[in-house]
């Protein structure tokens, strides 16, 4: 057997890519209604136009790191930033040694080292109180992926606050802290591009994506079409005239409730099983597995270990990186495997990277080193088109994108309007921005996708636009978006 054939069920073809779409439309309306687990509706009714003014205090929990940083508002779609600082979270405090309340005593201490800098180089504020915009990696802690292990449904709002409030007191005697917003990555990424964005009738923001450790999108939907219990459950930060409110959900894609459309399509291959049953969680966030940059490297590496042993080469005699779980870092995809270096630099790469064991006759040449390349950019082609399907069933779930047959009456008005529909995804994540050839094909397939399921009688383009910094400055807008709403139009928060 060829390798083409051998990682033949990696590949999403054109005729199949428009079915998965619609099969992932229908699946998330039905989690919209029924999940408790996904499709999550947010207290976010009212997003930042750009206008908004004051300096906000913002941390950013994300997989890996913390950032906690000043983000200064100015009022004309513009930011100024001061006083950042990253920390990497390690593994001692990431599983908090079965408290949750240890992460957030660390995260407490990494924002008053921030806050202390700033009140030496400038006067306390006469009000003495600052605003805390927080963004982590899930919108709740009753279940993470990531290595965190948390107790179940903490108030994180009491946690953050725990976690600084000693600073306030002798001898540091920090200001205190008003937390205005909580949000997600993918809602931060959101909120900040609709900052800076200039939204008309006919082009606007529709969705946050994130392609990093993990995998996960906000999008904008009516919130009569969700469950009752999603409904009561929120707390609305302004109040609206509007007959149908559209608040911000969270869709959390990536956990179990929408793999059914992917695994009927036969997508879910030996590899993604075996890695779903030794994971932390099996059944979890299979759609992470396939697709977060936490897991590509993985998936690469149990390819390469199956075909090479598959073809007579004693496992024993083989790397230890393609013998060891998470042995072969989706980095090294990124850098080396994914590349478009020369056969023989490839060669000598992998040659000097990763060695055979002592005293065996196996051996990298050329046709093994471009095996390694094919496999790296199957599975990172695989990921960018499973979530390019993503991106268009989720934007038909919302009503953003309208297909040839959407009679809703939403897709009327748009029909009726004769206007160019211009749907903005802001996206940010070390996958999609920094693989070889990730962007390229998520764009070239999102492109494919609108064009083939597009209402005929209505021009839709998707335009993907990167968000530095997403996490972080989208935590000051979402806070600065919350304390500048008119207190008159404040809803119960």
Same mark, same amino acid.
């Given at each position: 057997m060829?390798?083409?054939e051998?990682i033949?069920?990696?590949?999403l073809?054109?005729?199949?890519?428009?079915?998965?779409?619609?099969?992932?439309?229908?699946?998330?309306?039905?989690?919209?209604?029924?999940?408790?687990?996904?499709?999550?509706?947010?207290?976010?009714?009212?997003?930042p136009?750009g206008?908004?003014?004051g300096?906000?205090?913002a941390?950013?929990?994300?997989?890996?790191?913390?950032?906690?940083?000043?983000v200064?508002?100015?009022g004309?779609?513009?930011?100024?930033?001061?006083y950042d600082?990253?920390?990497r979270?390690?593994?001692?405090?990431?599983?908090?040694?079965?408290?949750?309340?240890?992460l957030?005593d660390w995260?407490?201490?990494r924002?008053?080292?921030?806050?202390?800098?700033?009140?030496?180089?400038?006067?306390?504020?006469?009000?003495?109180?600052?605003?805390?915009?927080?963004?982590i990696?899930n919108?709740?802690?009753m279940?993470?992926?990531?290595?965190?292990?948390?107790?179940?449904?903490p108030?994180?709002?009491?946690?953050?606050?725990?976690?600084?409030?000693?600073?306030t007191?002798?001898?540091?005697?920090?200001?205190r802290? =008003?937390?205005?917003?909580?949000t997600?990555?993918?809602?931060?990424?959101?909120?900040?591009i609709?900052?800076?964005?200039?939204?008309?009738a006919?082009?606007?923001?529709?969705m946050g994506?994130?392609?990093g450790?993990?995998?996960?999108?906000?999008?904008?939907?009516?919130?009569?079409t969700?469950?009752?219990?999603?409904q009561?459950?929120?707390e609305?930060?302004?109040i609206?005239?509007?007959?149908?409110?559209q608040?911000?959900?969270?869709?959390?894609?990536?956990?179990?409730?929408?793999?059914?459309?992917?695994r009927?399509?036969g997508?879910?291959?030996k590899?993604?099983?075996?890695?779903?049953?030794?994971?932390?969680d099996?059944?979890?966030?299979?759609?992470?597995?396939?697709?977060?940059?936490?897991?590509?490297?993985?998936?690469?590496?149990?390819?390469l270990?199956?075909?090479?042993?598959?073809?007579?080469?004693?496992?024993?005699?083989?790397?230890?990186?393609?013998?060891?779980?998470f042995?072969l =870092?989706?980095?090294?995809?990124?850098d080396?495997?994914?590349?478009?270096?020369?056969t023989?630099e490839?060669l000598?790469?992998?040659?000097?990277?990763?060695?055979p064991?002592?005293?065996?006759e196996?051996?990298?040449?050329?046709?093994?080193?471009e095996?390694?390349?094919?496999?790296a950019?199957?599975?990172?082609r695989?990921?960018?088109?499973?979530?390019?399907?993503?991106?268009?069933g989720?934007?038909?779930?919302?009503g953003?994108?309208?297909?040839?047959?959407?009679?809703?009456q939403?897709?009327?008005?748009?029909?009726?309007?004769?206007?160019?529909?211009?749907?903005?995804?802001a996206?940010?994540?070390g996958?999609?921005?920094?693989f070889p050839h990730?962007?390229?094909?998520?764009t070239?397939?999102?492109?494919?996708?609108?064009?083939?399921?597009?209402h005929?009688?209505?021009?839709?383009?998707?335009?993907?636009?990167?968000?530095?910094?997403?996490?972080?400055?989208?935590?000051?807008?979402?806070?600065?978006?919350?304390?500048?709403?008119?207190?008159?139009?404040?809803g119960?928060?």
């Open positions: 060829s390798f083409e051998f033949a069920p990696l590949q073809t054109d005729k199949l890519l428009p079915r998965l779409s619609l099969a992932l439309a229908g699946t998330y309306k039905t989690l919209a209604e029924n999940s408790s687990e996904q499709f999550l509706a947010t207290p976010v009714n009212v997003l136009n206008s908004e003014r300096r906000m205090l941390i950013d929990v994300g997989g890996s790191n913390l950032r906690v940083g000043f200064d508002l100015l004309d779609s513009t930011i100024s930033r001061s600082r990253s920390w979270i390690e593994d001692d405090v990431r599983t908090g040694v079965g408290q949750a309340s240890s957030f995260i407490g201490d924002i008053a080292e921030v806050v202390a800098a700033r009140q030496r180089n400038m006067r306390r504020d006469s009000h003495g109180q600052d605003d805390l915009g927080a963004t990696s919108a709740t802690l279940k993470l992926g990531k290595g965190f292990r948390m107790p179940g449904d108030n994180l709002g009491r946690l953050i606050l725990q976690g600084y409030s000693k600073h007191q002798p001898p540091l005697s920090l200001p802290i =008003h937390i205005a917003a909580i997600n990555d993918s809602l931060a990424t959101l909120a900040s609709a900052y800076e964005s200039h939204p008309t006919n082009r606007r923001v529709v994506l994130i392609m450790t993990g995998s996960n999108a906000a999008i904008i939907m009516d919130l009569d969700l469950a009752k219990f999603k009561e459950s929120i609305l930060p302004a609206t005239d509007d007959e149908h409110t608040i911000v959900i969270n869709t959390e894609w990536s956990i179990k409730g929408s793999i059914g459309p992917i009927d399509a997508l879910v291959t590899w993604d099983e075996q890695l779903d049953r030794e994971g932390d099996p059944g979890f966030m299979p759609f992470e597995y396939m697709t977060g940059g936490r897991y590509l490297g993985e998936i690469v590496r149990r390819i270990l199956d075909y090479f042993t598959q073809q007579g080469a004693p496992q024993a005699s083989l790397p230890r990186q393609l013998c060891e779980k042995g =870092h989706t980095n090294y995809l990124s080396v495997l994914g590349t478009d270096i020369s023989q490839l000598s790469r992998v040659r000097e990277d990763l060695k064991s002592n005293g065996t196996w051996t990298w040449d050329e046709a093994k080193a095996i390694a390349r094919k496999a950019r199957a599975v990172q695989r990921s960018s088109h499973l979530v390019a399907a993503a991106v268009l989720s934007l038909i779930c919302a953003d994108f309208v297909c040839a047959n959407d009679t809703s939403r897709a009327q008005v748009k029909l009726k309007s004769g206007m160019e529909q211009e749907l903005i995804v996206y940010t994540g996958v999609i921005a920094q990730y962007l390229e094909d998520i070239r397939a999102i492109t494919a996708l609108a064009t083939k399921l597009s005929p009688d209505l021009k839709q383009t998707i335009e993907l636009s990167e968000v530095r910094n997403g996490g972080v400055i989208g935590a000051g807008v979402m806070a600065g978006t919350v304390w500048n709403i008119p207190k008159h139009r404040r119960s928060l």
